[in-house]
């Protein structure tokens, strides 16, 4: 028996690149399944998975269903202590779960303005003083882990705060939000990790433009690499 993981399209679904991310950079085995959000049968799939409206969920090998993000996170890190998904150290690993308990509640006006988009960018955008409030709390929570650990993620390895901050990382990219150098930097290495390449590729090819991410009249422009 292995874990089962239910997904939306790699393309669109910000919680299911981040229960993707719980997995693949700890080579964790996972089987991967997919229903198609925003098709006439996605709660129907998602509800024969077992779970219950939203992407990602998880089937662990002892049958255990997790249907939302922090509990597929909280289980991993228990099931396997040495791959090392949260920092060893007490201190940074209790603000690690911080950090991602405050992403998973949080940065609502980011989120919400901002629709993950993995397949291109957007110029023109500008953000409201709600959403460059949430882009100057990210700023500071990764400036306080990047001091801590010296980067290149969060708290050094990659763990499962990248996991949490990817799609923070990639709206930050395509909606040309102001950065400083050390998110820059930070983005750079997310956005180069072989986990996020691979799962951004498969999405170019598999998904279908979904017309509930097109941000017109902004501006459509190449996805930014660094
Ligand atoms: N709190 C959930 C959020 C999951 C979520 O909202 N997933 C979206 C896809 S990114 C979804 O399934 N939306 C379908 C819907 O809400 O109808 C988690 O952390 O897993």
Same mark, same amino acid.
């Given at each position: 028996m292995t874990y089962e993981l239910l997904i939306g399209q790699k393309s669109y679904s910000s919680w299911s690149l981040r229960g993707w991310l719980s997995f693949a950079p700890f080579d964790i085995p996972v089987n991967v399944q997919s229903a198609v959000i925003y098709s006439d049968t996605f709660y129907d799939d998602v509800a024969a998975f077992?779970?219950?409206?939203?992407? =990602?969920a998880v089937r662990t090998p002892a049958g255990g269903m997790l249907t939302d993000t922090i509990a597929i996170a909280w289980h991993l890190a228990d099931a396997f =202590? @040495?791959?090392?998904?949260?920092?060893? @150290?007490p201190v940074a690993r209790a603000e690690a779960q911080s950090a991602i308990a405050e992403m998973h509640s949080g940065f609502t006006a980011l989120r919400s303005a901002c629709p993950m988009n993995l397949r291109t960018a957007w110029a023109g955008f500008q953000p409201s003083d709600a959403v460059l409030a949430d882009i100057a709390r990210v700023e500071a929570i990764w400036s306080n882990a990047l001091a801590r650990s010296g980067g290149p993620f969060l708290h050094g390895d990659f763990t499962l705060t990248d996991a949490f901050f990817a799609p923070v990382v990639t709206r930050l990219l395509t909606y040309q939000l102001p950065m400083s150098d050390m998110a820059t930097a930070y983005a750079r290495a997310v956005t180069t990790h072989p986990a996020f390449t691979s799962w951004r590729e498969e999405g170019l090819a598999e998904d279908a433009e979904v017309s509930n991410y097109d941000m017109a009249p902004l501006e459509r422009i190449p996805f930014p690499t660094l």
């Open positions: 077992g779970a219950h409206r939203t992407v =990602p =202590p @040495d791959k090392r998904l949260l920092p060893s @150290d």
